[in-house]
């Protein structure tokens, strides 16, 4: 007789079930100087067989490296000779796509870098962060792998294409003579997006003490950074929004995504890691939204026995198909081509204690503030309970003394906020 839980109902074997990963990676290191590559290799050493690091001097003797044996992660310098790191990794995505690439840089503005690469690593490089860091990317493609898994269960025979008006920003901002107004164009030429983009600068999100009229006023008021997030959220969801949906409210998933967004702006120090932080909240829960667009009832199933059962829905999720809709928001990100920090962060916000090496990055910062969010601007009185902070993780990154504030300020953007509540968890 199959076992049942104390509610009566006999638990189900998830879709995905999680496999043991013992197979040996391959690194490629691409630099001219061979001290980082010997230092990377000491990194990984303790993690024994299951790493395999090689060294390229170039870009050619890297490729035909890779044609020898395909390479599971390429880390390349930006600056190397003959062949640049960028063009390097170009050719890598064109010939081996499920390739994991890194590259080091040391521009302030990274350019087309950020258009090729998983990660873009400041350099100098610290050989240990980059260990942990690559261990991070090779977990967080094998959980969206995993996503990919449930993808084909559904009723939906396609993702939505890549996000155009997104990609275009990036080709414009890979050059480095870039202006305001060649930002403004590639987005005004899309009236619908413009008007979204205008909706979401003049939100409750960014406090602004005036209204923004122009896109234009828009990137120079914000930056060229959070317009480019605005335009692919809004990009995003244009794509996914479902029609309706018993249970769900597009508006009140919009107010909340908003929230965590400016809730992560406030409590991560300013700098790229900052931006992919809030880049990763406007989009955290877009998982949501591949499933519920997906036509079939799994969500209504799932968020009906979230509700009875008392359990946020994720953990329903989880435990019917083995990923959640944070897994599937993820994996949709990086068939995008989003960066690994967006994506991991994205893909971890209920669980990012599973995250290996974890400091207090774009991860820690969108768990803390979608919880806050949930618990400052609390759903419908009849939905699931909503996902909580993780108490250890608190403690295990010294963040205690800061809890009290942050939840002083997501009291605060809430009051200031015009939208209230959240989206079913």
Not at 288 to 310: C, F, N, P, Q, Y
Not at 390 to 416: K, M
Request: charged letters at 20%; one cysteine or more.
């Amino acid at each position: 007789m199959a076992a049942t839980r104390d509610d009566g109902v006999a638990p189900q074997t998830p879709l995905i079930a999680p496999a043991a990963d013992t197979a040996t990676k391959r690194i490629l290191f691409v630099d001219r100087r061979r001290d980082t590559f010997e230092g990377l290799r000491e990194a990984l050493a303790p993690s024994g067989a299951l790493w395999q690091v090689e060294y390229a001097a170039g870009g050619d003797e890297a490729l035909a490296l890779i044609e020898q044996a395909p390479a599971d992660v390429v880390v390349a310098d930006e600056q190397l000779t003959a062949m640049d790191g960028v063009t390097l990794l170009t050719r890598v995505r064109d010939r081996h796509p499920s390739t994991i690439r890194m590259i080091m840089s040391g521009a302030t503005k990274p350019g087309l870098a950020t258009i090729v690469a998983h990660r873009v690593l400041p350099k100098p490089c610290n050989v240990g962060e980059l260990g942990v860091l690559i261990k991070r990317s090779w977990a967080l493609h094998k959980r969206t792998g995993e996503a990919e898994a449930l993808r084909r269960t559904m009723s939906t025979t396609a993702l939505p294409s890549r996000p155009g008006v997104y990609m275009e920003l990036n080709q414009v901002l890979g050059d480095h003579d870039w202006q305001p107004a060649d930002v403004a164009a590639v987005i005004e030429r899309d009236v619908a997006l413009s008007a979204k983009v205008l909706q979401l600068a003049n939100s409750a999100l960014f406090g602004l003490v005036s209204t923004v009229g122009t896109v234009r006023d828009a990137v120079m008021y914000l930056g060229v950074d959070t317009i480019r997030s605005l335009a692919l959220t809004a990009e995003a969801f244009g794509k996914l929004a479902p029609r309706s949906s018993e249970g769900f409210s597009l508006d009140t998933f919009q107010s909340h995504a908003m929230l965590v967004a400016r809730l992560t702006a406030s409590i991560m120090p300013a700098g790229r890691a900052q931006q992919e932080g809030v880049t990763a909240a406007l989009l955290h829960d877009v998982g949501k939204l591949v499933t519920i667009s997906d036509g079939s009832d799994r969500w209504s199933a799932r968020l009906a026995e979230a509700r009875t059962r008392e359990q946020p829905l994720y953990e329903i999720e989880l435990e019917h198909d083995g990923v959640s809709h944070a897994e599937v928001g993820a994996y949709l990100l990086s068939l995008w081509g989003l960066p690994d920090g967006i994506v991991e962060a994205v893909g971890s916000h209920h669980n990012p204690a599973s995250v290996p090496g974890l400091a207090f990055d774009g991860v820690a910062a969108v768990h803390i503030a979608d919880a806050l969010a949930h618990e400052m601007a609390p759903g419908p009185d009849d939905g699931p309970p909503p996902p909580t902070i993780d108490e250890d993780l608190i403690a295990r990154l010294g963040l205690g003394t800061r809890l009290d504030l942050w939840r002083q300020r997501a009291r605060q953007l809430v009051s200031e906020s015009s939208g209230d509540g959240s989206a079913a968890r």
